[in-house]
């Protein structure tokens, strides 16, 4: 076999995978675009990737998954530490032993008769001292495509990991996408990874959410720094001061149209501007200065479609316009496009549905042309908002982390924590109501700590206690300030009270006043609210009063106090790992809402 590096480690760990896998042929992804388009091409005549209109819609592609795969599967995701306790309440545990010899027995010879592609890639800018690299061999084109989009791929990334022998092993295979032997299995004390019967993007993509987030949490406690399911973006005031914020939604909520908002009219015109660093991950390590900065380790935007328009976000609309992969949406056969729900009001009439069935349209029945979850996999460059920061290798500083969820009735639109360990602590009791848009009852409270549950590599109490050591290590006036968020609250009519999208700026602009210490707030029973006059709400008139304001403002005390309840269940599920300083915090909250 050729091979692209010296690296001792990385070479005999290929000489198994390839003892085991018997491919065919063997490929090194270089990151030349001459070779991604060739494969590309390959992809296309075996009906892997399907070309669209190259005029409308230049290097774009279309691919569809197996009916059966079409999402993560959490039910199948295993974190295979030594130990159970280590793997923690909320995760899968498996046997790591044990674990590695089943699925070897899948993999096994899985290759035959098809091409290894082996792609290094860094997840962060090349050589950034926040970057970390990972190997992942796979059987899949589609697979090469996208992490050529989502992440930086090639031979320069073999240069800067030299001899090392810090860099994450990522195996997959397609085998033969049975569902009954789906596993996504993550080893964070090996820097493993083994993914097998599965084509879907977030099972696949491994340095998404299985390196960055899963196995990186894991690297990030045992090195002090954090991997968080957080977007960025800066905020630019009309001086052309720029603060950045990290902000935690569960899925479903709205990160990406947060990270790319356009601010409203006013704003506009006053020179407000937002810049997006990221939409999904951030690594987070302190600076020489004693400050927090921020990466995001991705190079792209692996979005989903439906919802997406020109209201919503038309930044990751135009975005998708160009060198764009897109994942299981509607295909229209008369101009040889994409559509999927809520792009606008014209489904095509002649088109094929997700699936691959013809479709003419049908939008009054319950077959949809995108699958809900289709996704489009976009270069960040492609983004007219994309921070002048994106690839600054030291991160950018943060002033302030945000948590949020959807919550009907209980918070508030924004509050502050008192202080660093009551910040971890709101984040720790995260929670939003499941969407007809997952499967279940509608409108129940899942508890998402700080929205990393389905990805936190290791126990979750012990999580919530690097959050607190990471305090320890900040002086307080250089720590982020921490907040909690909720555009979802509604009446009692059920309607919406807070318009969102862009106008969610006027939140932002009243954090960082608090960042900047520009203005007071309400100490309250669950932390400090804005006064009502202090959220600027000029031109909304037709939509929020400073009555409506107070609404959403308030705390009903015994909405709260089922709250604390659901806390301390909570808290008990995780068992004993769970540091004081958070059951301290929820006692305060306790005594303060009796
Ligand atoms: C995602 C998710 O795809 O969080 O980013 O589910
Ligand atoms: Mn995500």
Known sequence: ????????????????????????????ITGEKSQLDELKEEACKTGELIKLNQELLPECYLHRTAVNDVARVEARTFICTPTKEEAGPLNNWMDPAETYKMLDDIARGSYKGRTMYIIPYSMGPIGSPLAKIGIEITDSIYVVANMAIMTRVGTKVLEVLGDSDDWVRGTHCKCDIDAEKRYICQFPQDNTIYSVNSGYGGNVLLGKKCFALRIASYQAMKEGWQAEHMLILGLQNPKGETKYICAAFPSACGKTNLAMMIPPEGYKKDGYKVFTVGDDISWIRKGADGRLYAINPENGFFGVAPGTNDKSNPNALATTKRGTIFTNVCHNLDNNTVWWEGLDKNPPTNADDWTGVHWNGEVD?????????????????????????????????????IFGGRRAKLAPLVYQSRDWNHGVFIGSVLSSETTAAATGAVGVVRRDPMAMRPFIGYDCGTYFKHWIDIGKTLEPEKAPKIFNVNWFRKDDEGHFMWPGFGDNLRVLEWIIKRCDGEVDAVETEIGFMPKPEDINIEGLEDEVTLDSLKSMLSVDKSLWQEEVKGIEEFYASLGDTVPAELHACLDTLKKNVE
């Open 365 to 401: 029945t319950d077959r949809p042309g995108a699958n809900p979850n289709s996704r489009f996999t976009a270069p960040a460059v492609n983004c007219p908002c994309l921070s002048s920061e994106f690839e600054n290798p030291e991160g950018v500083p943060i002033s302030a982390f």
């Open 1 to 28: 076999m050729e091979r692209l590096t010296k690296n001792p480690t990385v070479n005999a760990w290929l000489d198994e995978r390839i003892a085991l896998l018997c491919p065919d042929n063997i490929v090194w």
